[in-house]
């Protein structure tokens, strides 16, 4: 894979073409579950681990799977691999899992994964396709962990609350107090906060893009218009 297109890649998972600020796909669990950071990276791990293991199981098959039964195909590849996450968190983090709840069996349904593997997986090789799973992914858990940090400073007042559900004993210390005696925002920990901090979210990347453009086109250098030869045809009196 050439560096080009390996940079491509990357650039289009983690901005240009992220699945949550510019597909937005996947925003049910993404709106739902970013209350506090820890709930935002564990939904985030996992469904970067399925983007990761579906595309390059994806890209295996491509070549001995028919069109006409391509997508069952992959919901399959998706639904097993799902139910393997499940059973990972279940013995290692039981207690995140418990609370993210039917999110996580919800994965499978979430179309950015179904997405990359019909768009990209099942067309190219498997590095590029590993690659394409892993940035969108890391992309997707981004902005979960954006959007989770932001309700859980203005909603609570705290930050990396129970980070000892993914990390274990260790992370117990981890809790900051941003805020000394906070009263709870509740406005930022339920669902319409979560809207409203998602289309800051766009709205900044937004921002970001045109002013970007905006220096591109200043940096561009004055297109100067040469001479045009005119071609005659015929008697000229």
């Not at 709930?39 to 996992?46: F, I």
């Not at 069996?105 to 768009?119: F, K, Q």
Request: aromatic share 8%.
């Amino acid at each position: 894979m050439a560096n080009s297109e390996f940079n491509t890649i990357i650039r289009n998972g983690l901005w240009d073409n992220n699945p949550a600020l510019v597909q937005v796909l996947g925003l049910c669990p993404l709106l739902a579950v970013t209350g506090t950071v820890v709930n935002a990276l564990g939904l985030g791990l996992a469904t970067t681990l399925v983007l990761l293991s579906s595309n390059i199981a994806v890209s295996l098959i491509r070549n001995y799977v028919a069109d006409s039964v391509r997508l069952p195909a992959f919901v399959m590849i998706i639904a097993a691999l799902v139910t393997c996450a499940e059973l990972l968190m279940q013995a290692f983090t039981y207690e995140l899992y418990e609370i993210l709840g039917i999110f996580i069996p919800l994965i499978v349904t979430n179309c950015a994964i179904l997405g990359r593997a019909d768009a990209f997986a099942c067309k190219n090789p498997v590095l590029p396709a590993a690659t394409d799973g892993l940035m969108m992914g890391i992309g997707f858990t981004g902005v979960l962990l954006v959007l989770g940090t932001l309700r859980e400073v203005i909603g609570q007042g705290t930050l990396f609350t129970g980070m000892n559900l993914i990390f274990g004993d260790i992370a117990l210390g981890w809790e900051i107090q941003v805020f000394t005696d906070y009263p709870n925002f509740l406005f930022a920990i339920l669902p319409p906060g979560a809207f409203v901090g998602m289309g800051l979210i766009i709205a900044a990347k937004n921002i970001i893009d045109a002013r970007i453009e905006a220096n591109k086109a200043k940096d561009e250098p004055e297109k100067t218009l040469g001479s045009k030869r005119v071609r005659v045809t015929g008697n000229v009196a």
